[in-house]
């Protein structure tokens, strides 16, 4: 789905997924290939390929013995965004891992700290050796909007209703319930203007 959007022109610069995606090392090797930066949730025991001075090339060590060197005052408060009951603030940081073939490019493990209990998520990042911790914190935070369009599409208008196992069955399914959302966006839209009085009942 990602190369027939690339190959299509649809224009892209961070992708970012869970981690049943993040956890494929093929896939982040070919977002790399392709161009394109990311911010990839990861589990807790993934193996990442690190810079090790004192250590032999290639050498890999899990996100979570990465996340355990990092010094106390290397963390950062930030909010990854709005959320339903406020903002997502989390403690954050990130360390460096092996530097990629491109110039101008690396790579890092991003780390977000719960702050009510301690509680980690991991994921691997890729793109401009310039990108601040807060510039991958935010794209961290772009996956929450998503996840939550796709819970709310599931209960206004049945989006995981289908019971198809062949992709034209699939795809048609998706495409009705996708018009479906928009107009109930436009609906819930209205609603908010007609609350702001912005817009008069029964106004086109």
């Known amino acids: 789905m ?15 997924t869970d981690e049943v995606y ?12 392709r161009g394109l930066w990311h911010v990839l949730a990861v589990k807790c025991t993934e193996l990442l ?5 004192d250590g032999p090339a290639g050498t890999r060590i899990s996100a979570e013995q990465l996340a355990a060197a990092v010094p106390a005052e290397q963390w950062i408060a930030c909010s990854a965004g709005h959320g339903a009951k406020g903002r997502r603030l989390y403690d954050w940081t ?11 490019m690396a790579r890092w493990l991003l780390v977000r700290r719960r702050r009510s209990d301690g509680e980690l998520a991991f994921s691997a990042c890729y793109g401009p050796a310039g990108t601040s911790l807060v510039g991958l914190v935010r794209v961290a935070g772009t996956r929450w909007a998503v996840e ?17 196992r062949k992709w034209p069955g699939w795809y048609r399914h998706m495409e009705r319930h996708e018009a479906l959302w928009d107009r ?11 609350a702001a009085g912005r817009l008069k009942l029964g106004a086109a």
Do not use: I, M
Request: a negative charge; charged letters at 25%; glycine letters at 12%.
């Open 2 to 16: 990602l190369e027939g959007a690339l190959d299509a022109d649809v224009p892209a610069a961070w992708v970012t």
């Open 22 to 33: 993040g956890g494929s090392p093929a896939l982040r090797q070919w977002l790399e290939g």
């Open 49 to 53: 390929a690190v810079q090790a001075p």
């Open 94 to 104: 990130r360390a460096k891992l092996a530097v990629p073939a491109a110039a101008g």
């Open 148 to 164: 939550e369009g796709f819970e709310q599409a599931k209960g206004e208008v049945g989006l995981d209703h289908y019971e198809v």
């Open 184 to 194: 109930v966006e436009v609906r819930d839209l209205r609603r908010c203007l007609v």
